[in-house]
């Protein structure tokens, strides 16, 4: 879209599969997607680029002001909703989400996950084209590049990979029609060269921790394995095992890889939503025909009895000043050797720090933020395992530029625990079994990496999942 008066539909793609499963939800209430030009028309209309002198109540009434991105675009078929479109550097995206249920009557925005991976898709290619063309014909002959990394970011109508940019150094590779038969869609060049295989194993653990007798604490294990099959073949196939202790923790609520051609059901019944009855099902193994970039072959979760890092917070006032207490202990199941170790502790909707006397019983403190203290604990704990500091704190007058936080005020307050810990993970998987063929030049690693470890102030309230 150059103008209002010069109208452009240079790129657009159509995904039958996720038409068909639209009709199937909606039945005869089905709206279909109607041509190219009557959609561009409806919405531009839609849109007020185009018939602005006509009045249409729905938008142009006072008490209506749409501060949303989606749109409902009226067809001779009926409404095609939820909409999704906006205007950048003289273009304008858009994307229609399936929803996985009845439309009648509109489900909650909230509820319809296709805009929230439809959005970052959008931006993905507003990142991809927006810095590149100087004029209408640069534009259109980039658009038209872009419908190719679109069979690779938006595989059968399901967002793979928002990046688009980082899909623009395989492009010279991109097949768009597979010469084997046998290749599956999902695999859009073949491999030429050594063969090699490289497998991560990353768990991100989430807890909240109150020091309450009444407040139970709660911790979660996020796992991902991510690969990257460099074999040569157009469906080459291959196969991985994880295998846990018998005291490793259970992985549940897995998800795999559409590239994943088999795999044993009973492995995919756990849920997290359900309470453990003390087995462990090992090893957990897939087989597949890897895409050509990296992936990751599953999701999925596991629940932690506590906490790798235990802490307690205390925060109270006396007089001007703040007294806080920090106590951290590392569960000795944990393997003592971080890469990064730090506890951030926040001071919201107060002044500048103007003065701090402190006692640490291991690593140092960085006071380069005004109105935060970061206590850098390094590598390693210390034999016992146990670390502490203790402060006072007085504070400046409060101005804009100073943080402010509508969950922590008052005396509510947290400490948030940031580390990684290679070469290890809370569930215990502890060796990885790789087939795959042509001998290949093997990596496989592990992580631990902190997501969300709040300790908060059991001193004053704090938002909480549940009571005992």
């Given at each position: 879209m150059s103008s209002t008066k010069t109208l452009l539909f240079p790129c657009r793609r159509h995904y039958p599969t996720v038409e068909i499963r639209a009709e199937t939800f909606n039945g005869a209430?089905?709206?279909?997607?109607?041509?190219?030009?009557?959609?561009?028309?409806?919405?531009?209309?839609?849109?007020?680029?185009?018939?602005?002198?006509i009045f249409v109540e729905h938008q142009d009434i006072c008490t209506q002001i749409n501060h949303s991105l989606v749109y409902s675009v009226h067809t001779e078929g009926g409404d095609l909703w939820p909409m999704l479109a906006f205007q950048k550097s003289g273009l304008i995206y858009v994307f229609l989400p399936l929803v996985?249920?009845?439309?009648?009557?509109?489900?909650?925005?909230?509820?319809v996950a296709g805009l929230s991976q439809g959005l970052p898709l959008l931006l993905g290619i507003v990142d991809y084209i927006s810095p590149s063309w100087k004029n209408e014909a640069e534009m259109t002959a980039e658009i038209g590049s872009h419908l190719n990394l679109l069979i690779q970011a938006c595989l059968l109508g399901t967002p793979l990979n928002t990046n688009i940019c980082s899909l623009n150094t395989s492009f010279d590779d991109i097949q768009e029609t597979p010469t084997d038969e046998n290749q599956p869609a999902w695999r859009s060049n073949t491999y030429k060269g050594k063969p090699?295989?490289?497998?991560?194993?990353?768990?991100?653990?989430?807890?909240?921790?109150?020091?309450?007798?009444?407040?139970?604490?709660?911790?979660?294990?996020?796992?991902?394995?991510?690969?990257?099959?460099?074999?040569?073949?157009?469906?080459?196939?291959?196969?991985?095992?994880?295998?846990?202790?018998?005291?490793?923790?259970?992985?549940?609520?897995?998800?795999?890889?559409?590239?994943?051609?088999?795999?044993?059901?009973?492995?995919?019944?756990?849920?997290?939503?359900?309470?453990?009855?003390?087995?462990?099902?090992?090893?957990?193994?897939?087989?597949?025909?890897?895409?050509?970039e990296s992936f990751n072959l599953c999701y999925c979760t596991s629940q932690v009895p506590v906490p790798p890092i235990l802490g307690c917070y205390q925060l109270i006032e006396e007089g001007p000043q703040l007294k806080i207490t920090v106590n951290l202990k590392l569960h000795d199941s944990i393997k003592d050797s971080f890469e990064y170790c730090e506890a951030h502790i926040p001071f919201f909707n107060r002044g500048p720090i103007a003065q701090l006397e402190y006692k640490i019983s291991y690593g140092q403190l960085d006071l380069s933020e005004k109105s935060l203290l970061v206590w850098i604990i390094e590598q390693k704990f210390p034999k016992s395992l146990e670390v502490s500091l203790t402060g006072t704190v007085s504070f400046g007058t409060a101005g804009k530029e100073h943080p402010t936080?509508?969950?922590?005020?008052?005396?509510?307050?947290?400490?948030?625990?940031?580390?990684?810990?290679?070469?290890?993970?809370?569930?215990?998987?502890?060796?990885?079994?790789?087939?795959?063929?042509?001998?290949?030049?093997?990596?496989?690693?592990?992580?631990?990496?902190s997501s969300d470890c709040y300790i908060w102030n059991s001193k004053a309230p704090a938002p909480m999942v549940y009571k005992t």
């Amino acid at each position: 879209m150059s103008s209002t008066k010069t109208l452009l539909f240079p790129c657009r793609r159509h995904y039958p599969t996720v038409e068909i499963r639209a009709e199937t939800f909606n039945g005869a209430t089905h709206v279909p997607v109607t041509s190219d030009s009557a959609f561009l028309k409806a919405l531009l209309f839609e849109l007020r680029l185009i018939d602005g002198h006509i009045f249409v109540e729905h938008q142009d009434i006072c008490t209506q002001i749409n501060h949303s991105l989606v749109y409902s675009v009226h067809t001779e078929g009926g409404d095609l909703w939820p909409m999704l479109a906006f205007q950048k550097s003289g273009l304008i995206y858009v994307f229609l989400p399936l929803v996985e249920e009845p439309l009648e009557p509109w489900p909650p925005l909230l509820t319809v996950a296709g805009l929230s991976q439809g959005l970052p898709l959008l931006l993905g290619i507003v990142d991809y084209i927006s810095p590149s063309w100087k004029n209408e014909a640069e534009m259109t002959a980039e658009i038209g590049s872009h419908l190719n990394l679109l069979i690779q970011a938006c595989l059968l109508g399901t967002p793979l990979n928002t990046n688009i940019c980082s899909l623009n150094t395989s492009f010279d590779d991109i097949q768009e029609t597979p010469t084997d038969e046998n290749q599956p869609a999902w695999r859009s060049n073949t491999y030429k060269g050594k063969p090699q295989v490289n497998v991560c194993i990353t768990e991100k653990v989430k807890c909240m921790q109150y020091d309450k007798r009444d407040v139970v604490d709660t911790c979660q294990v996020y796992g991902t394995v991510n690969c990257k099959h460099d074999i040569e073949g157009s469906a080459p196939n291959g196969a991985l095992s994880l295998n846990l202790p018998r005291n490793g923790l259970p992985l549940q609520d897995i998800v795999v890889h559409h590239c994943v051609t088999s795999v044993d059901p009973a492995m995919l019944m756990s849920s997290s939503a359900e309470l453990l009855d003390g087995s462990v099902y090992s090893p957990y193994k897939f087989l597949f025909i890897p895409p050509s970039e990296s992936f990751n072959l599953c999701y999925c979760t596991s629940q932690v009895p506590v906490p790798p890092i235990l802490g307690c917070y205390q925060l109270i006032e006396e007089g001007p000043q703040l007294k806080i207490t920090v106590n951290l202990k590392l569960h000795d199941s944990i393997k003592d050797s971080f890469e990064y170790c730090e506890a951030h502790i926040p001071f919201f909707n107060r002044g500048p720090i103007a003065q701090l006397e402190y006692k640490i019983s291991y690593g140092q403190l960085d006071l380069s933020e005004k109105s935060l203290l970061v206590w850098i604990i390094e590598q390693k704990f210390p034999k016992s395992l146990e670390v502490s500091l203790t402060g006072t704190v007085s504070f400046g007058t409060a101005g804009k530029e100073h943080p402010t936080d509508y969950v922590c005020t008052g005396n509510t307050a947290y400490v948030k625990l940031y580390f990684r810990i290679p070469d290890f993970t809370l569930t215990g998987c502890h060796s990885i079994q790789i087939f795959a063929p042509g001998k290949p030049k093997i990596t496989a690693s592990r992580e631990l990496i902190s997501s969300d470890c709040y300790i908060w102030n059991s001193k004053a309230p704090a938002p909480m999942v549940y009571k005992t």
